[in-house]
C-alpha cells in the first residue's frame, strides 16, 4: 500500500520558534505539496516540488519555506512560528504524466503556536 | 487561475435518505475534476475524478458525480447514505497541464439514524 508519513500527529510550539514538519512517501513520486487546512477554507498550497531542490510557491507561501534533498522526503519549515500559522498541515504526493493526478495525503499535523 | 465554490459548508440528511453535494468551478482552460473525502482524523482520500470521457463517474461505494461544462459544475451524489458516509468532501480542480491542485472549502456531510 502506497504510504506518506508525516513525523508528528501534535505539535505545540511557541511564538518565535523554528518548526520542521516533516513528510516522508514510499512511492518513488516525483511531486510533493505542502498544504495547511484550516475550517471554512479548506486546503491552501504552501508549496510544491517536482524534483529534488526544486520548489515553487504554492498560494500561501509566506511565512514559510521547504526543502527537498531527497526524492522521498519534503520538508515545510516555519522560520518564526506566528499564532496565525496555527493549523493542520497535510502533505502529499503524486507522481507525474497522464494518468496520474491523483494525490496521497498523510495523516496531517495539528500544529499550535501559543 | 482556478478556483472553487463549494455551496454548502454542512449537509444533515438522514440515513438511506439521498445527498447531493454541490460543487462549482470557474477556470479559463480545460480542467481536471476530483471530489476528495476525510474521515475524521485522516488525511483525505480520492472518491472520484473526471479526465475525460463519459461525464459521469462513480466511486466503489455508491457515490457518483456529473461534470458539467456549461454549467461549470461537478456535483457529488449518493441515492442512499450509510452512517458511514459522514465526513468532510471536498472538491478540487487542477488544470490538465499543471502541478496544482485547488481545493475548495469542503462540505461536511452527517448522516443521522
Known amino acids: 500500500d502506497v504510504k506518506v508519513t508525516q513525523s508528528s500527529r501534535y505539535l505545540v510550539k511557541r511564538t518565535g520558534e523554528k518548526v520542521f514538519l516533516e513528510c516522508v512517501q514510499d512511492?518513488?513520486?516525483?511531486?510533493m505539496f505542502w498544504y495547511r487546512q484550516d475550517p471554512g477554507l479548506g486546503l491552501r498550497l504552501i508549496y510544491f516540488?517536482?524534483?529534488?531542490?526544486?520548489?515553487e510557491k504554492g498560494d500561501i507561501p509566506e511565512g514559510y519555506s521547504v526543502s527537498r534533498e531527497k526524492k522521498e522526503r519534503f520538508s515545510l519549515i516555519l522560520e518564526s512560528a506566528s499564532t496565525n500559522q496555527t493549523s493542520m498541515y497535510l502533505c502529499?504526493?503524486?507522481?507525474?504524466?497522464?494518468?496520474?493526478?491523483?494525490?496521497?495525503f498523510g495523516s496531517g499535523t495539528q500544529l499550535s503556536v501559543l | 487561475a482556478q478556483s472553487v465554490t463549494q455551496l454548502d459548508s454542512q449537509v444533515p440528511v438522514f440515513e438511506e435518505a439521498p445527498v447531493e453535494l454541490r460543487c462549482n468551478y470557474s477556470?479559463?482552460?480545460?480542467?481536471?475534476l476530483f471530489w476528495y473525502v476525510q474521515y475524521p482524523n485522516q488525511g483525505l482520500q480520492l472518491l472520484l475524478k473526471?479526465?475525460?470521457?463519459?461525464?459521469l463517474v462513480e466511486s466503489i461505494n455508491g457515490f457518483e458525480a456529473e461534470f458539467n461544462k456549461s454549467q461549470t459544475s461537478f456535483h457529488l451524489r449518493k441515492p442512499s447514505v450509510h452512517i458511514s458516509d459522514t465526513a468532510e468532501y471536498f472538491c478540487a480542480v487542477s488544470d490538465t497541464g499543471g502541478f496544482k491542485t485547488i481545493f475548495g472549502a469542503g462540505t461536511r456531510l452527517f448522516v443521522k439514524a
Open positions: 502529499a504526493s503524486r507522481d507525474s504524466g497522464t494518468g496520474n493526478e491523483k494525490l496521497f
Open positions: 516540488s517536482y524534483d529534488v531542490k526544486m520548489k
Open positions: 512511492m518513488d513520486h516525483e511531486n
Open positions: 477556470s479559463s482552460v480545460s480542467v481536471y
Open positions: 473526471y479526465l475525460s470521457g463519459s461525464t
